[in-house]
C-alpha cells in the first residue's frame, strides 16, 4: 500500500476516465469521465499527503479542493446542457460543433 | 461483536414496536397482530415481476436500505459504548443515511413502472429540501461539543441537555429524520396518490425488507435523536442502556405518532418552507450557538 | 489485511470506471462511477483521513443522484433497452488513454521513494479544520467565491427566458 501503489490507482482512474472524454458524444457522459479523472487525482492527493508531507494539512486541502471542483464542474456542466438543450434540443457534443472558435 | 448483535437486536425490536404502535393507531383497539400477519404473509407470498426490471438495481436498493439504516446505527452509544467508535461519528452517520436516497431512487427507476419511478424522483427532490437543514443541525451540535465523536457530544450535554438551548436544531432535526425516513407529514414518495410509490411493485421478500428497511431507518433517525440532543443514557437511578432505550422509544412513538395524525405535506411547498424559513433557523441558531461556546 | 483491502478497492474503483462507459443502462452507469468513488473514498481511509473519506462517500452520493436525473432527462435511451452506441473516435480515444496510461505508470515506478517529512497528526481532522481556518484561509475564501459564482452562473443559463418564471 505504498505511494506506489496509489498512484497507479490514481493513473488508471485518470486514464479510464481519459477515454470517456475524448470518446463519449453525449456531454453527460462525458462529465461522467471527468469526475472519474478527478477521482484519480483525489487518491493521487491523499497518497501524497500520507507518504510525502503527512505533518501539513496540504494535501488534505487540495482533497477538499478537489472535491469542492467536482460538484462545481457538475452544476456548470448540467447548467451548459441545459442552456444548450433548450436553444437546439440536442446533448451531444457533435451536434454543437458550430460553437467552436 | 457481542455490541453489533445487541444493535441488531434492538433495531429489530423497536422497529416491530414501531410497526404495531402504527398499526393500533392505524385500527383503535385492534390492528396489534397486524404487522407480524402481513410478515408471514410477505414471506410466502409469490413474487411478482414486472416488464424489463433491473432486477440489480432493485435488489441493491432494497437491501441497500436496510444496511444504510443498521450501518448508520453503527455509531450510535447503547449505553455506553457504540458498535464502531469513530472520531467523526457524526460524519459517518450522515453519510450512511444519505444513501437511504440512492436505495429509493434504485428501487423507483429499476422496476420500471411509473408510479415507483414518480415516487422515486419524489425523494430525491425531498431529499435536496432536508438535507441542508439536516447538516445545518448536525453541525450545531458538533459545534456545541466541540467534536464529531458521539461520546464527546453526549459527555458535553452533562449540565443541560442541547435540547434546551438549540431548541430549533433540534426541531429541525426531528422534522429531517421525518423526512429521511419518508414518514409521516414527509410520505410523499410512498404516499397513496401515486399508489404506495417507490414500493408499489414490491411483492413478496422484496417487499418485507423493504418496510423492514424503512422501520429500522426510523429507529435509527430517532435513536439518533437520543445522544445528539437528549443527552445520551444520562439520567437518575437507571443504568445508561435503560435510558438510551426509554428516550428513544419516546421519541419513537411521538414521530410514528405524527405520521398518523399530520396530513402529507406537499413536496413544493417542504421544499419552500425548507429553504425560506429552516436553513435561515438553523444559520441564525448556528450564530447563537457559536457566540455562546466563544 | 491492509494491503488486500487497499488492493480490492483499488479493483472496485478500477472496475466501476470502467463499467460506466460499457453498460447501456444511464442508471447503472450512474452507479458503476459510485461504486469508483466510493472506494476511492473508502481508500482514503485506510491512510487514516477519516473526515475526508467519509465527506467524500456524502457527496458524491448525493452528487451521483443529481446526476442520475440529469442523465434520465438528457440521454435518449436511458434505460439502454435499445443498444445504441454513443461514441466518436472511440478506437482513437482508447489507445490515447492506454498511451497516457503507460506513461504515467512508467513514470511513477521510475519516481524514487520520497523522503517522509514529519509524522502524520493524532486527529488528522484537526489539523485539516485549523489548516483552513489559518494557514490555508486564503483558499477556502476562493473556493467560497467561486462556489458563489457557479451558483449565480449556473442560475442566469438555466434559467428559463422564452417563459420566464416557469420551471421548464
Redesign the interface.
Known amino acids: 500500500m505504498g505511494l506506489h501503489a496509489f498512484l497507479l490507482l490514481a493513473c488508471a482512474l485518470f486514464s479510464v476516465g481519459l477515454y470517456g472524454v475524448l470518446s463519449q458524444q453525449s456531454i453527460v457522459m462525458l462529465m461522467m469521465g471527468l469526475e472519474l479523472m478527478i477521482n484519480g487525482l483525489l487518491a493521487a492527493a491523499g497518497a501524497f499527503w500520507y507518504h510525502v508531507a503527512p505533518a501539513s494539512a496540504d494535501g488534505q486541502v487540495l482533497v477538499l479542493v478537489a472535491v469542492t471542483v467536482m460538484a462545481l464542474e457538475m452544476v456548470m456542466g448540467f447548467a451548459v446542457t441545459t442552456a444548450i438543450f433548450r436553444a437546439r434540443e440536442i446533448d451531444m457534443t457533435d451536434e454543437a460543433e458550430d460553437l467552436r472558435g | 461483536m457481542g455490541e453489533a448483535l445487541v444493535l441488531l437486536g434492538a433495531v429489530g425490536t423497536l422497529a416491530l414496536c414501531a410497526a404495531v404502535f402504527d398499526a393500533v393507531l392505524a385500527v383503535p383497539g385492534g390492528g396489534a397482530g397486524e404487522p407480524l400477519r402481513r410478515v408471514a404473509r410477505l414471506l410466502l407470498q409469490q413474487r411478482r415481476r414486472t416488464r424489463?426490471a433491473?432486477t440489480?438495481?432493485v435488489r441493491?436498493g432494497v437491501c441497500g436500505l436496510l444496511a444504510v439504516a443498521v450501518l448508520a446505527g453503527a455509531v450510535l452509544p447503547l449505553g455506553e459504548r457504540p458498535v464502531a467508535e469513530?472520531?467523526?461519528g457524526v460524519?459517518?452517520f450522515?453519510?450512511m443515511e444519505?444513501?437511504a436516497?440512492?436505495a429509493l431512487?434504485?428501487v423507483g427507476?429499476?422496476v420500471?413502472s411509473v408510479y415507483p419511478l414518480v415516487g422515486g424522483?419524489r425523494f430525491?427532490a425531498q431529499?435536496?429540501a432536508y438535507?441542508l437543514p439536516h447538516m445545518f443541525a448536525l453541525i450545531t451540535v458538533a459545534l456545541g461539543a466541540g467534536s464529531?465523536r458521539f461520546a464527546d457530544v453526549v459527555a458535553a450535554q452533562r449540565g443541560l441537555w442541547f435540547a434546551v438551548w438549540m431548541p430549533v436544531a433540534f426541531a429541525v432535526y426531528l422534522v429531517s429524520a421525518v423526512a429521511m425516513a419518508f414518514w409521516g407529514p414527509m410520505d410523499g414518495p410512498v404516499s397513496d396518490d401515486i399508489c404506495g410509490g417507490v414500493p408499489a411493485e414490491l411483492s413478496g421478500p422484496d417487499r418485507l425488507v423493504f418496510q423492514a428497511g424503512r422501520y429500522a431507518l426510523l429507529v435509527v433517525v430517532a435513536a439518533a435523536a437520543v445522544p445528539l440532543f437528549l443527552g445520551g443514557g444520562a439520567g437518575p437511578l437507571l443504568p445508561p442502556w435503560l435510558w438510551t432505550a426509554l428516550k428513544t422509544v419516546a421519541v419513537l412513538a411521538l414521530l410514528v405518532w405524527s405520521g398518523r395524525v399530520l396530513p402529507t405535506v406537499r413536496m413544493d411547498l417542504f421544499t419552500r418552507l425548507s429553504w425560506l424559513v429552516l436553513i435561515p433557523a438553523t444559520l441564525l441558531q448556528l450564530l447563537v450557538v457559536s457566540v455562546v461556546v466563544l | 489485511m491492509r494491503d488486500v483491502a487497499f488492493w480490492v478497492l483499488a479493483v472496485v474503483a478500477v472496475a466501476g470506471g470502467v463499467a460506466v462507459f460499457r453498460v447501456g443502462s444511464m442508471a447503472r452507469a450512474t452507479f458503476a462511477l459510485l461504486g469508483s468513488l466510493v472506494a476511492v473514498g473508502l481508500a482514503l481511509l485506510l491512510l487514516g483521513l477519516e473526515y475526508l473519506g467519509y465527506v467524500i462517500i456524502l457527496m458524491m452520493v448525493m452528487e451521483m443522484l443529481v446526476m442520475a436525473v440529469f442523465m434520465v432527462m438528457y440521454m435518449m435511451n436511458p434505460a439502454g433497452l435499445m443498444p445504441m452506441r454513443m461514441t466518436h473516435n472511440a478506437r482513437w480515444a482508447a489507445s490515447v488513454a492506454g498511451a497516457v496510461f503507460v506513461l504515467l505508470a512508467t513514470g511513477t515506478f521510475l519516481l524514487p521513494e520520497p523522503v517522509r517529512h514529519g509524522r502524520p497528526p493524532a486527529d488528522p481532522t484537526r489539523a485539516l479544520g485549523l489548516a483552513i481556518m489559518g494557514p490555508k484561509m486564503l483558499v477556502m475564501m476562493i473556493i467560497g467565491v467561486a462556489i458563489l459564482a457557479t451558483m449565480v452562473s449556473s442560475v442566469v443559463l438555466s434559467v428559463n427566458r422564452r417563459h420566464p418564471g416557469r420551471g421548464c
Open positions: 424489463l433491473d440489480l438495481l441493491t469513530m472520531a467523526v460524519v459517518w450522515n453519510a444519505v444513501g436516497w440512492g431512487w434504485l427507476w429499476g420500471n424522483y430525491v431529499g435536496l438535507e464529531l
